[in-house]
């Protein structure tokens, strides 16, 4: 798995470095940032994810391979929002100096709105030479657009800042957790196994795509409680830290046998699960 | 004109009204800033115009008008993003106050995401019955992508904040102005003009669709030079209030010749030209 992870995240890197403008474009300043935030270091879960179920369901990767991207520039936004002195605050990112602490704060808003505008752009196409399968990349926007907003990643965040503060019910706060991190997870599981399987030379088996979509938000739910459990927030107040680390454990071990269908093609996608549920943030 | 605009933004308004989360939504605070930083005062320029676009083409008005509704909440985004502190640090909008003043800046930032997100997602046809025209709806959202990006919208933002310090050249003084204002506007009419002539029962004349674009280019422009004249600004210092004025009633009266082609049907949109060089802003 570790070489599996290192060179899909090589391919990642890779094609981030291509598709974002370059420094000499102008305005510089913009394209340096976007750069700066996204290159480097980090974990590309998310677009490992997306190549991942489309591997499971022999999709071609060339057909998804931007949209995995996408996925990873969607994060990287997020965190750079995040990052402000009117959110977290946080001066630090990947042990470097945070995207506004770096370029200033006006920089620091405009650059997540690049890099999220950005995503868009290239899950429509811009850029690629791939036409066709446009149905099915209309859905995989309507999917990743509904994940990060006000009922998926934006909500989470709102509830975390505001709402948040009194103290949510049992089920407020899974549903909190799912829409933080869980939607964006499970969006990049279902783009993936979408673009996938519009690609591929013969049709998924049956409850495949059903699977992986289970399979996703199971694993969704397990990197936000693994977050829980390193940070002492969230679940972990409500359940104790010992409830919390059984339930992820359950639900990877259910994530898991959701990729049944899928025979031997959904192993990648196994180790991935253990890999979430076991990773040191 | 004046009862055409009453009835287009009464039409707007009433369907941003509709397609908005609802303030009873969890989590509420969001939902309703959203709503509080889109709906009330507000030209409708930009649906307004990607509507007439689709009219000229003969366009089913339901296949446009969730789109159009979706370029004024990127309007509202990049206003809401615009205010705040780090940015213009405008305390007042349509003499209300800011989002951020209002519910915070935390808030602010994240219903500028908000608000984009859930544009791209209207696009792409969350919570619409019409299915079909994948093509040309992939084809709109790349052109809004494209217009709002790094080389349109924000890229006009970063020159204002940071590069455009330097005293430019006329020549990127032109760039930046198209990018400031003017590349959303012509992005307007040309997804109306798109998602029209796709739902239309018959072809368009021959030179329509080009005609439209470069119509949309060119009041993009207008636009923008007389945002500058009432300012004083950008344009106006560095080639005199007179010149930018007769450049911009020049530019007006290229851009109604470019409707040529539609005939009777082009009548609004040059009555729409003559609003766009005539208005206060």
Chains 1, 2 share one sequence.
């Not at 010992?242 to 269908?261: D, K, M, N, Y």
């Amino acid at each position: 798995l570790k070489t599996y992870l290192k060179q899909r995240q090589a391919l990642v890197n890779g094609t981030l470095g291509k598709l974002l403008p370059s420094r000499r474009d102008f305005p510089a300043s913009i394209h340096d940032a976007m750069r700066y935030s996204v290159l480097g270091e980090g974990k590309r879960i998310r677009p490992i994810l997306a190549l991942a179920a489309s591997d499971a369901v022999r999709g071609k990767r060339a057909r998804v391979l931007p949209a995995a991207c996408a996925l990873e520039l969607i994060h990287a936004y997020s965190l750079v929002h995040d990052d402000l002195p009117a959110m977290d605050d946080d001066d630090f990112r990947r042990g470097k100096p945070s995207c506004h602490k770096k370029f200033g704060e006006a920089l620091g808003v405009l650059t997540g709105d690049a890099l999220l505008t950005f995503s868009f752009g290239l899950l429509a196409g811009v850029g690629s030479r791939v036409n066709g399968d446009a149905g099915v990349r209309l859905e995989a926007i309507r999917e990743v657009a509904e994940a990060i907003g006000t009922f998926g990643m934006i909500g989470g965040q709102v509830a975390d800042v505001g709402e948040g503060r009194r103290r949510p019910t049992r089920k407020q706060m899974e549903r909190i957790n799912n829409w933080k991190t869980g939607a964006l997870i499970a969006a990049s599981v279902r783009v993936g196994a979408l673009l996938g399987s519009a690609s591929a030379s013969r049709k998924p088996a049956p409850g495949a795509l059903r699977g992986l979509a289970r399979y996703g938000e199971k694993v969704g739910l397990v990197f936000q409680l693994v977050d829980d459990l390193q940070d002492g927030d969230g679940a972990v107040r409500l359940e104790g830290a010992q409830a919390v680390r059984r339930r992820a454990q359950q639900l990877t071990r259910s994530a898991i046998r959701e990729l049944a269908p899928l025979g031997k093609a959904g192993e990648p996608l196994a180790g991935l699960a253990e890999f979430i549920l076991n990773r040191k943030v």
